[in-house]
């Protein structure tokens, strides 16, 4: 049974860190391509990184590159996000993701930038 826990949000001041986990159970990280999603309230969901399966290298989008970075521990079945220099309009629910003949997503860590 395909399940991701994401931990890790809260609230950060502008300029702030904080680092988001995806724990996964059911299939192996490593060999799906894993995702980092947010969404506020009444907008689409939005692609935030992409975990290539296999070497894991990966993608950010515009909006966080130089920011935010995307990692994997295999041994620890997790995905990572670590956001540094936190903006306000990173204040958003965080979800995990992965493709395995349907999407499967977590039940989302918020995270609030607020001084």
């Known amino acids: 049974q395909v399940q991701l826990v994401e931990s890790g949000g809260g609230l950060v001041q502008p300029g702030g860190s904080l680092r988001l986990s995806c724990v996964a159970s059911g299939f192996a990280v490593s060999v799906f391509a894993m995702t980092w999603y947010r969404q506020a309230p009444g907008r689409e969901r939005e692609l935030v990184a992409l975990?290539?399966?296999?070497?894991?290298?990966?993608t950010h989008a515009d909006a966080v590159i130089g920011r935010f970075a995307a990692s994997r521990d295999n041994a620890k079945n997790t995905v990572y996000l670590q956001m540094n220099k936190q903006k306000f309009e990173d204040t958003v629910l965080y979800y995990c993701s992965v493709h395995d003949g349907r999407d499967y997503w977590g039940q989302g860590t918020q995270v609030t930038v607020s001084s």
């Open positions: 975990i290539s399966w296999g070497d894991g290298s990966t």
